[in-house]
């Protein structure tokens, strides 16, 4: 029969390695369960769902588009906050795929289009001005893979945060052009008082007004967290599983008492 202490554990001296690693996966298996399950728990119990249908299936017809085609996407819901602020008259839609250039050229205007993607009067103002006046910061080539400047310093994501044709505006618009296809466009730069940088694009093919994200920035959307971030949760977890290991054993294997010291009498 194998030993066993009052709480049901082998003693401290048999626990191999092995199965100390079995302590640390379980461990760290709970704490990302809890990581995935909180926020749909918290959503649920809010009485909103965690990832609205619509939206991810929209964003999966998006990406399922054969390279060179256009998805037109879904118009936002009355209900969503974007669609409340608007006071410009372009629809406003999420979920798009970018396909064939200059198949449906933007109608409206560059404050227009970037007041609807939500942009700050003042950047809005900035903008506008620098694409009347032709104002350029330089140019970017286009192509599904990714848009760089032609210098090739600066790199922004194809997944567009919103993009402007007809007479609408897109939000989460994906390059899909067929591969190998590039295409060019004007780059517009603005920094506010805040040292926060608004990156436009307008191609010259169509006129697509484009606010950019460029890549390493946090686009606004829902997002999980990066391998390398789940790397750093990961450590900090086996770090904590390893240090309760250290305290539980401290507490199971007895305390050895020190010596008493030798009374030497006098009498």
Not at 41 to 67: D, H, K, M, Y
Request: charged share 20%.
């Amino acid at each position: 029969m194998g030993l066993l202490t009052h709480d049901g554990l082998p003693p401290p001296d048999l626990m191999t390695w092995p199965s100390r690693l079995l302590w640390l996966g379980a461990g760290a298996s709970c704490a990302l369960a809890a990581l995935v399950l909180v926020p749909p728990l918290r959503s649920w119990l809010a009485g909103t769902p965690a990832n609205p249908p619509a939206r991810a299936g929209v964003e999966t017809a998006s990406r399922a588009a054969a390279p060179g085609v256009d998805f037109a996407g879904d118009l936002l819901p009355a209900s969503d906050v974007r669609a409340q602020a608007n006071t410009t008259p372009l629809n406003l839609k999420r979920g798009c795929a970018w396909g064939v250039p200059g198949g449906s050229p933007y109608r409206g205007t560059v404050r227009q289009a970037l007041s609807a993607a939500g942009l700050p009067g003042d950047a809005v103002q900035a903008l506008g001005e620098m694409a009347e006046r032709g104002w350029t910061r330089g140019q970017v080539e286009i192509s599904r893979s990714g848009i760089r400047t032609l210098d090739g310093r600066r790199h922004f994501d194809p997944d567009i945060a919103a993009m402007g044709f007809g007479n609408t505006l897109c939000f989460g618009t994906r390059v899909n052009f067929k591969p190998g296809h590039l295409e060019y466009a004007a780059l517009y730069e603005h920094t506010d008082s805040r040292q926060r940088t608004y990156a436009v694009m307008v191609p010259y093919v169509c006129g697509n007004v484009s606010v950019l994200g460029q890549r390493g920035e946090r686009l606004p959307r829902e997002e999980v967290p990066e391998p390398a971030s789940w790397t750093l949760v990961l450590t900090g977890l086996g770090l904590a599983a390893s240090h309760c290991w250290h305290q539980r054993r401290s507490i199971v294997r007895p305390q050895r008492s020190a010596a008493p010291e030798p009374q030497i009498s006098l009498d």
